[in-house]
Structures are given as C-alpha cells and as structure tokens.
C-alpha cells in the first residue's frame, strides 16, 4: 500500500508535470501562431429540419502548428483565454468569416449566415461591439448574415452589462445565439431578458435523449422553452438518422452534426454549399 502511494505520486507528478510542459509549449508558439498565418477556418453546416436545406454554417476554428501538427481548439483555446490572447485571434475569425462568406455570396452561391465562437474575455473587453462592426464594414458582408454564438456560462456573468452589449449588437442588425444551452446552470428567470435568436441544444443532451425517457423528456422541454422564447432550436452533435427523427418530430428547427457532415476546409464547404444550399 505503501508503494502504491508512492507510484501514485509519482504518476500524479509526472501527468502535472506533462500538462506544465504542453501548456507551456502551446502558450509559446501561440504567440506566433497569428503572424504566421498558422489559424484556418473551418465551416460546419447547419441543416433545416424540414427542408433538408443547408441553412448556416458554424467557423471553427483550426490550428496547424509546423511542430505540434492540427492542434484541436479545446488544446488551446483555454490557453489563449487566459494569456488574452483570444481577443485578437477572436478578431481574426470574426473578419475572416465574414470575409469568406461574403466572398461565397459574391460567387454567386446560396447566400446562407455564418456563426462564430465568441469567447468571454473576447466579449467582455470594451470594443467589442466595435470590432464586430468593424468586420462587417471591412468584409462588406450584410450584418444578417452574422451569427454570434455566446455560451450560457458567458451570459449568466454580469447579466446587466451582457444584456446591454447584446442589445447594442442586436442593433447592429447581426443575430445572436446561446450556444451549448443546458451545460452552464442558466437561470431560467434571465434568459428572457436575452435579445436571443437561435438557442443550441447542447451535444451531450442529444447523445443521450434517446437512452432514456428523462433523456427526451428534458431535449423536449428544451425545444419548447426555446420557442416560447422566441428561438430558433438548433440540436448540436447529431450523429444519427434516429436522433433526427426525434428531434423532428419533436419540432426542433435545425440540427448540425457528424450526420449531416463534420467540419471542413473551405473548398469542401463550397461544394456543401454549391449542393444543398
Ligand atoms: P462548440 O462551439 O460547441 O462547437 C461544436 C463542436 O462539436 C466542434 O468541435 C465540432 O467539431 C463538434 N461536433 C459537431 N458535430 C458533432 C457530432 O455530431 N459529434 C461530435 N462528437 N462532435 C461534433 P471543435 O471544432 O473541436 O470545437 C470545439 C470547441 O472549441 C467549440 O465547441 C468552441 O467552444 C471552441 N471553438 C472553436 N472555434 C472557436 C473560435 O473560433 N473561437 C472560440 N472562442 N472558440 C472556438
Ligand atoms: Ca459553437
Ligand atoms: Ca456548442
Ligand atoms: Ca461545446
């Protein structure tokens, strides 16, 4: 038993120690990351549950480090959050997808709203609405034609001064979503105070809605919270023609997920797009 404590602490030391190091690894070669040109978009459909229309598309964010290899954003973006170095990468993915999608619309293909991720601190430092104007003036791209996907956890800190920014963005004509919704213990008092547009059904509910009765009970209840809010639901992490089905019948609006298509590099989702637009 004695042993057993030791190696233990030593394991625990070692796997401390290996998490020091990557994120030591990581912060360093975020500071370049930018300059370099190393962060690509990638674009995930978003499909209308009774249209079978590709309605949207998710950016997400890639980053190819020469050394690391693609190194998957929940890798780095807790680093990058708190270094803050998020705002100007967020800034970066705020122009880039406007820019792609108004160079998509300009090619004359269906013209269908991009959503991005937007981090906390990227949404809390003053400007934000500023730079969120600034990247639609800079791309050209209709302010419709963007979507903001803000975190329940995000939204439930400093409600008034959220509601405020929210409402200032809403006026900027771009639309706003919860994203993840039913991870982050959201007080269902406050949730109508959000000028919200779209709400997303967080992943992990729809893995299990279907294992259970609760389980869809609890995606149900969602679906109808949502719409007496005035939302648009869309179900994340869809993997199967099964869950489709449910969420269908049940009325969610639409769903993005492994079923319909993963995330892709430009030229595929120009094709997603040219396709099923
Ligand atoms: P998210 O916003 O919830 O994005 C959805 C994530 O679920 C994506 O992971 C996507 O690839 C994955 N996904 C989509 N459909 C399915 C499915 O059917 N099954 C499964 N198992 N997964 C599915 P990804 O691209 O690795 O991004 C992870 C998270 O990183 C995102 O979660 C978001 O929180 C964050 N992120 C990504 N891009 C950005 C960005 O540009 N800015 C910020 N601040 N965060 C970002
Ligand atoms: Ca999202
Ligand atoms: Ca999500
Ligand atoms: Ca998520």
Not at 141 to 152: D, G, Q, R, S
Not at 225 to 243: F, K, M, N, W, Y
Not at 256 to 264: E, H, N
């Amino acid at each position: 038993a004695k042993d057993g404590g030791r190696n233990q602490l030593q394991f625990y030391t070692s796997e401390m120690n290996a998490r020091v190091t990557e994120r030591t690894l990581i912060e360093g070669h975020l500071r370049n990351a930018l300059v370099r040109q190393e962060f690509v978009l990638y674009f995930q459909p978003r499909i209308d549950c009774v249209s079978g229309r590709v309605v949207g598309l998710e950016a997400l964010l890639r980053w190819r480090q020469p050394e690391l290899g693609l190194v998957p954003p929940d890798r780095f973006i807790g680093v990058a959050e708190e270094t803050g170095r998020i705002v100007e990468i967020g800034e970066w993915v705020l122009y880039e997808a406007c820019r792609q999608v108004k160079a998509w619309q300009d090619a004359g293909l269906p013209r269908v709203p991009v959503a991005v991720n937007v981090s906390a601190r990227q949404f809390r430092q003053s400007g934000f609405v500023q730079e969120v104007n600034g990247a639609l003036l800079a791309s050209g791209l209709e302010p419709a034609y963007l979507e903001l996907e803000l975190t329940e956890s995000l939204m439930m800190q400093n409600v008034e001064g959220v509601v405020a920014a929210m409402c200032e963005l809403k006026e900027s004509g771009v639309r706003l979503s919860i994203d993840d919704f039913g991870t982050g213990y959201s007080s269902l008092s406050y949730l109508r105070r959000f000028p919200l547009d779209y709400l997303k059904i967080d992943r992990s509910f729809v893995r299990d809605m279907l294992h259970d009765a609760p389980g869809g009970a609890i995606v149900r209840s969602m679906i109808t919270l949502g719409h007496s809010l005035g939302c648009r639901i869309i179900a994340e992490g869809v993997e199967t023609p099964d869950q489709l089905g449910y969420l269908a019948r049940e009325g969610c609006d639409e769903i993005q997920g492994f079923l319909c298509s993963r995330p892709v590099p430009v030229e595929m989702a120009q094709v997603l797009l040219t396709a099923g637009g």
